[in-house]
């Protein structure tokens, strides 16, 4: 039995122009989750992460700690939804800088609204696939992963849609519990999937041990 290892980007730069980079702090995540693994003599048989610049900059932090891990194959399945197209589609107008706690609340409940408006079809936003075909393309791409590495460790760079999308899945939850599951997810938290020839179970859900002590709690982060 192998175990799939689905890992959330580090810290991006939310409310900058070009939220698809990571941040300082993302990055020293990323070094310490790497760093926790090497302890651990952690070994990883197949790599994926998204094609996004926050998963390529969060495995290259990984790696600077995690020598030797195998080249990564990017998947377009593991992308993000477009949390701004999802947004527009409700709230047509400018949002503000989300700078304060309200604002940043605000900012998370219009999206949670157009992604429940999203999944049933209410909306359909610009440039962004149906709800059923970006679920259906990480399921496909859970089942190609455990298809060919059911026997080994793989480990996963995305994001929390599709992260929280994999986790339903694999409970037979309906959709609309990820988007709770994915307003959870913290940077760089682990969710561990055990693999069989036959199916995937859920083993942990956004884990950060390589962050729980005195010296690291302070780098817990969520965006």
């Known amino acids: 039995m192998g175990t799939l290892y689905l890992v959330r980007h580090g810290q991006a730069s939310f409310g900058a122009d070009d939220y698809d980079q990571l941040s300082p702090l993302g990055l020293q995540q990323a070094q310490q989750l790497g760093r926790y693994w ?21 495995l290259a932090g990984i790696r600077e700690t995690l020598p030797g891990l195998p080249e ?25 800088p989300a700078d304060t706690p309200e604002t940043y609340r605000a900012h998370f409940r219009l999206l949670c609204d157009a992604i429940a408006q999203w999944m049933s079809g209410v909306i359909s ?13 990480i399921r496909r791409t859970l089942e190609q992963i455990r298809h060919q590495h059911h026997q080994g460790n793989v480990l996963v760079v995305s994001s929390g849609g599709p992260i929280s999308t994999a986790t339903s899945l694999v409970l037979g939850s309906p959709p609309e519990v990820s988007i709770a599951l994915n307003m959870r997810i913290r940077n760089t938290a682990v969710t561990e999937l055990s693999m069989s020839p036959k199916r995937l179970m859920l083993q942990t859900f956004n884990t950060l041990n390589h962050l729980d002590t005195a010296e690291t709690h302070s780098m817990v982060t969520f965006a």
């Open 38 to 58: 090497q302890e651990r003599a952690m070994h990883f048989d197949a790599v994926y992460t998204g094609t996004l610049k926050r998963h390529v900059q969060t």
């Open 72 to 96: 990564a194959l990017a998947l377009p399945a593991l992308n993000e939804y477009d949390s701004h197209a999802l947004i527009r589609c409700i709230h047509p107008e400018p949002l503000g």
């Open 125 to 137: 936003p610009e440039g962004m696939p149906s709800w059923e075909d970006f679920s259906d393309g």
